[in-house]
């Protein structure tokens, strides 16, 4: 621990029921009223950090934060071995290696085995190595019968994860190498696509699935859907994300070590499902997800945040709004007991905001929306998400005849609009300007200014060159357009456009 805020961001890092074990297994060595345990909940409670505060009330304030640090971490390594296999395999080759100097030898075996057997479910190469040193070390002590068949038998095991946790690394290596092109979005010119090509000889040149360690299968597709991805090749990204995907149902075991890694293999599968309007797969994908049951808090966060998140986007852009109520509560559950930074907080408001709006849920809608605009008023990044949530709420209010909250909203937008101080100002100020005009048109002229508002969106698309002016709400506002127009309820006009686009 070098800089003064990383105690505070450790402990903002931890989840509940760690926070919670860290205080029992603080309390149970007798020390509740220890300094360190007080500068624990003292930091837990600080929404931002105040070294100046922590001075004021801890005479000894770099010991207590350094013995703090180490004792946090040491308690993890407790709460978490118990449910992982690579922290039972490090504590087993200890046992061994205590029980070796003890000349315990029987003992020290019994703990080589149980730590090869959780090596060997996880395809742990490296581990195998360390396991197979201390067996020979072992062997050469005891001298038991049939030694030297033995000693002749752990060097050739040793020979074949050699060989495994190479192969493993040679592909790391090309995935690291194919990652960071990717991350630094190098664009592959045609005429460079054979160089490139070479480089992945790896991926190119392997005629079998016959690999020596299952984390090099794994590195093998997920380097493919990469370097596929770079050269243009999509139906190979969906090929190789799927292969990628359904590794892990073969490898249940390590699934349960890397739950992270696997959700994360499923969301990279979901986004090529999207792309590729592959949604019988999606659905059967969000499925699998939806009955995972992680017994880590932090896997239950990561499982939440990404099924929702494609949830979400995909019943928006679908127009499937049965369950909008039910999954609006589900995501106000999961936001209460999951911390997550405001920017994923904004993107979660946001999107449940619009399902409930294509929904027709306009009450509901403003709620979320009056949430985002709170939190907004703290937090400026995402403007344009704040544009478009205050004509989100604008038209909500005009649907549910609130015209007082309508008049204030108009306000509250114009004074946003003015301060943002956006390049494309003179269009959101136009924009805003016609939409106030609904409240006091004639019933039978109403038609008609909604047609006017979405020539004008039509015009502002095409005079900003394709550029989304409103962070996306031009599209959701014609969609309420032709709801009016039409007489047809949000959600059937994005199905019917989704259908039309299809067919073209």
């Not at 739950?259 to 792309?275: V, W």
């Amino acid at each position: 621990m070098k800089r003064k805020k990383d105690l505070y961001r450790l402990i903002h890092a931890m989840s509940k029921s760690e926070k919670r074990y860290f205080n029992l297994d603080a309390k149970k060595s007798g020390k509740k009223d220890a300094a360190y345990l007080q500068l624990f909940n003292t930091i837990n409670k600080m929404e931002t950090y105040d070294e100046s505060v922590l001075k004021a009330k801890f005479k000894h304030l770099s010991v207590d934060k350094a013995y703090l640090y180490n004792a946090i971490l040491r308690s993890m390594r407790d709460y978490h071995s118990k449910k992982s296999r690579a922290a039972q395999i490090k504590e087993h080759l200890m046992d061994a290696k205590y029980l070796y100097e003890r000349e315990l030898y029987d003992l020290c075996e019994a703990a080589l085995q149980e730590a090869k057997q959780l090596a060997e479910e996880l395809g742990d190469h490296l581990s195998l190595l360390v396991i197979n040193k201390e067996e020979r070390k072992l062997v050469r002590a005891t001298k038991q019968k049939g030694y030297p068949e033995k000693l002749e038998q752990l060097l050739e095991e040793k020979n074949e994860n050699l060989e495994a946790a190479q192969e493993e690394y040679q592909y790391l290596d090309l995935y690291d190498r194919i990652w960071k092109d990717s991350v630094q979005n190098i664009q592959i010119k045609d005429g460079e696509k054979e160089k490139f090509r070479n480089k992945a000889g790896l991926i190119l040149n392997r005629k079998q699935d016959d690999f020596k360690s299952i984390i090099a299968e794994h590195r093998y597709y997920q380097s493919s859907s990469f370097f596929y991805q770079n050269i243009g090749e999509y139906d190979k990204v969906f090929d190789y994300r799927y292969k990628a995907m359904n590794w892990w149902d073969k490898n249940p075991k390590y699934k349960e070590e890397a739950f992270y890694n696997y959700i994360i293999d499923l969301s990279n599968f979901l986004a090529a499902c999207f792309k590729r309007e592959r949604f019988d797969l999606f659905n059967e994908i969000l499925e699998k997800l939806e009955k995972e049951e992680p017994a880590n808090t932090h896997h239950q966060k990561v499982l939440f945040q990404k099924y929702y998140q494609f949830k979400l986007v995909y019943n928006i852009n679908y127009g499937i709004t049965s369950e909008a109520k039910k999954i609006s509560e589900l995501v106000e559950d999961g936001l209460k007991r999951f911390t997550f930074p405001e920017s994923t907080k904004k993107v979660f408001v946001m999107n449940t905001s619009l399902l409930l709006f294509v929904g027709d849920l306009f009450s509901d809608c403003i709620y979320w929306t009056n949430g985002l605009l709170a939190s907004s008023n703290k937090n400026s990044t995402r403007m344009e998400t704040n544009r478009g949530m205050y004509f989100v709420k604008l038209i909500s209010s005009y649907e549910i005849d609130d015209f007082e909250l309508f008049d204030n909203t108009i306000r509250s937008t114009n004074r946003f609009l003015i301060k943002d101080n956006n390049q494309y100002l003179e269009y959101y100020l136009k924009f805003l300007d016609k939409i106030k005009k609904l409240p006091s048109v004639p019933i039978d002229e109403v038609k008609y200014l909604l047609q006017d508002l979405k020539n004008y969106i039509n015009q502002m698309r095409q005079e900003i060159k394709g550029r989304v002016p409103l962070g996306g709400i031009d599209e959701m506002t014609i969609w309420w357009i032709d709801s009016k127009l039409q007489k047809k309820s949000i959600a059937e006009i994005v199905r019917a456009g989704r259908k039309t686009s299809q067919k073209s």
